[in-house]
């Protein structure tokens, strides 16, 4: 099923608002995030990179060095550069930092939501990567598999692999390379 123009700024929501959230937790959105929402579903086009990546780019460059992190910084030229540069170098990001900072996630939503691992990896508006949500369960659940699957295998750059083949999650790598297999 292609994704929609709408499907987009959907996800942009829910993954600004689960970004925002880490400092603002009562956060809920708004006008201005409304308005971000076009212009930053069409940066993620441009960009090619997933709403939730595309967050996670901007919230690593603006969270960290502003007191906070705004909707209107997911629009304009810069935002557009952030993400560009951001799917551009994903494989620059050392793999051992990704998954530590994907089980980080998972260890703060699993307490601070109280859902299932299957519930949070499922739930777009979490932002995992999909490389993340496909081999994070002990088995295969085919319903993440066909969800995030091919947008997993995307991702799986030659160090990312090498670096999940020599880790816990080595098991669970043909989930990604060969998920149409889990379908």
Same mark, same amino acid.
């Given at each position: 099923?292609?994704?929609?123009?709408?499907d987009?700024?959907?996800?942009?929501?829910?993954a600004?608002?689960?970004?925002?959230? &880490?400092?603002?937790p #009562?956060?809920?959105g708004?006008?201005? /995030? $409304?308005?971000? /929402?076009?212009?930053?579903a &069409?940066?993620?086009?441009?960009?090619?990179?997933? @709403?939730e !990546?595309?967050?996670?780019?901007?919230?690593?460059?603006?969270?960290?060095?502003?007191? %906070?992190?705004?909707?209107?910084?997911?629009?304009?030229?810069?935002?557009? =550069?952030?993400?560009?540069?951001?799917?551009?170098?994903? #494989?620059?990001?050392? @793999? !051992?930092?990704?998954?530590?900072?994907?089980?980080?996630?998972?260890?703060?939503? /699993?307490? =601070?939501t109280?859902?299932?691992?299957?519930? /949070?990896?499922? %739930?777009?508006?979490?932002?995992?990567?999909?490389?993340?949500?496909?081999?994070a369960?002990? #088995?295969?659940?085919r #319903?993440?598999?066909?969800?995030?699957g091919k947008?997993?295998?995307?991702?799986?750059? @030659? $160090?990312?692999?090498?670096?999940?083949? =020599?880790s816990?999650?080595a @098991?669970?790598?043909?989930?990604?390379?060969?998920?149409?297999?889990?379908?």
């Amino acid at each position: 099923m292609p994704v929609t123009f709408d499907d987009l700024k959907n996800r942009l929501r829910a993954a600004f608002i689960a970004n925002k959230r &880490r400092k603002t937790p #009562e956060y809920r959105g708004g006008e201005a /995030l $409304e308005k971000a /929402l076009d212009p930053a579903a &069409r940066n993620c086009i441009k960009a090619k990179i997933t @709403p939730e !990546d595309y967050c996670a780019a901007l919230y690593q460059a603006y969270g960290g060095t502003y007191d %906070d992190y705004w909707p209107n910084q997911m629009t304009g030229n810069k935002a557009l =550069s952030i993400a560009t540069k951001y799917a551009s170098n994903y #494989e620059a990001v050392a @793999p !051992d930092k990704l998954w530590a900072a994907q089980v980080g996630l998972m260890r703060q939503a /699993l307490v =601070s939501t109280k859902r299932t691992v299957e519930e /949070l990896l499922f %739930d777009r508006a979490v932002a995992f990567s999909p490389w993340f949500r496909v081999i994070a369960t002990v #088995e295969p659940n085919r #319903e993440i598999i066909a969800k995030y699957g091919k947008e997993a295998k995307a991702q799986l750059t @030659p $160090e990312l692999k090498t670096f999940l083949l =020599s880790s816990v999650a080595a @098991p669970y790598l043909d989930r990604i390379t060969n998920y149409e297999r889990y379908l």
